[in-house]
């Protein structure tokens, strides 16, 4: 079988991948939909990270394909739902990368705070400014953490140690972890936040979360953070507030049209302003974070492969069944309807075939058993499985 890597996905996933057997080609860079159409015809796994855009029509063109590493946190580049019909596994790194953006954020709350920025700028360019104007410290004040995740809590946790009073506001009911608070509403957040840093997921619901009327609810000489989507922001409405002095400066990781390549011009109408900190994506660009990226998401995949595992898959039920000596494995993927596990082992037991171990799961529309059957079984069996009318997918594995 074949894999494809895309994106410069860390070393640690191509060994793992190799070692369960597949042909890993690597690719440094995305692909556009037709050239990535083109390259998945015959891979069995693929593997992106956040600026591939796995759309219907590539995968609809990968009959071979079998699952989808997303070597990041977001799975927002792909069409989950396709995915799911045509029976591709999805899986991601949702916890990898966490302590990377915390700590970038909490790097860019002090430099906002001391002003480091502007004084490295002057020191450049043959300023001596000692003043202290402008500059706190960062104990005292008050975080105010918009998307109460993984890394949002993490990030309490951590702003709670440096002396930072710490509220929060999500739209799910989550437990407060250490002396930090939820707010009810995100106005009262805003109102009374020194910093508000914004770490909430893709779903749609989150697109132009901030705007204007946002921005003006913040206290005068705030500080805001962007390390999450790029486009839950108004650039512009932020660039208003930056200007007119109502908001003291800003950081933001993420934008809503990236380059695509380090030759490319990066634009954003946020350039050039002094108290402003812009960096390229890199909230996770860590070699920690990479490394655990691609071993995290690497064993994954190659779990899937060998073991039909999808513990922890983002679309599909997960199962994991432990390997038996002297079995072969059925990996069934079907139709969420009644009485698919008694047809199975209706096929099974009419063709005289002993079931050694079983488990099934079901996620919304779908369900996925894993049976493991002696290895001396007739080629009917499969045809019998794969021609049932709930089968979506059917695998056999050694």
């Known amino acids: 079988m074949k894999a494809l890597l895309l994106e410069n996905v860390h070393p640690d996933a191509h060994r793992l991948l190799e070692e369960a057997g597949l042909e890993v080609t690597k690719v440094p860079s995305a692909l556009d939909e037709a050239d990535l159409t083109a390259a998945v015809r015959d891979v069995a796994i693929l593997g992106i990270r956040s600026k591939t855009h796995l759309t219907a029509a590539v995968l609809e063109a990968a009959p071979d394909l079998l699952a989808v590493g997303a070597f990041c946190i977001g799975t927002d580049q792909i069409d989950l739902a ?39 700028t002057g020191m450049h360019a043959g300023t001596w400014d000692k003043s202290a104007k402008g500059a706190h410290e960062v104990r005292g004040r008050t975080l105010g953490i918009v998307g109460y995740g993984n890394i949002g809590a993490q990030l309490s946790v951590v702003a709670e140690a440096l002396g930072m009073r710490v509220l929060f506001y999500d739209t799910a009911d989550k437990l407060a972890l250490g002396n930090a608070r939820r707010c009810v509403s995100l106005d009262e957040l805003l109102e009374v936040s020194d910093v508000v840093s914004l770490h909430v997921d893709g779903r749609p619901s989150n697109s132009s ?83 655990d990226i691609g071993a ?35 990996a069934h993927l079907h139709r969420n309807v009644p009485g698919v596990l008694a047809e199975i082992n209706s096929v099974l037991a009419g063709h005289q075939v002993n079931v050694e171990a079983q488990l099934l799961a079901t996620r919304g529309e779908l369900g996925y058993a894993l049976t493991d059957i002696g290895i001396d079984y007739p080629e009917s069996v499969l045809t019998r499985l794969t021609e049932m009318d709930a089968t979506v997918a059917l695998r056999v594995l050694s």
Do not use: W
């Open 296 to 330: 995290f998401v690497g064993a994954k995949l190659a779990e899937f492969v060998s073991e039909g595992s999808t513990s922890l898959s983002v679309n599909l039920p997960q199962v994991t069944l432990p390997p038996a000596a002297g079995t072969h494995r059925l």
């Open 209 to 291: 979360l901030f705007g204007d009327k946002e921005f003006s609810r913040m206290r005068p000489g705030a500080l805001f953070l962007n390390l999450c989507r790029g486009f839950v922001i108004d650039h512009d409405a932020l660039r208003a507030h930056l200007v007119s002095g109502h908001l003291a400066g800003a950081a933001v990781d993420v934008f809503l049209d990236e380059p695509k390549s380090a030759g490319e011009e990066f634009r954003s109408v946020l350039r050039g302003l002094p108290n402003v900190i812009l960096t390229p994506h890199i909230g996770g660009s860590t070699e920690e974070a990479q490394s």
């Open 82 to 120: 396709s995915a799911s019909a045509l029976g591709v596994a999805v899986f991601n790194a949702p916890y990898s990368n966490t302590r990377s953006v915390v700590e970038l954020t909490l790097a860019e709350i002090i430099a906002l705070t001391r002003r480091l920025t502007e004084k490295d």
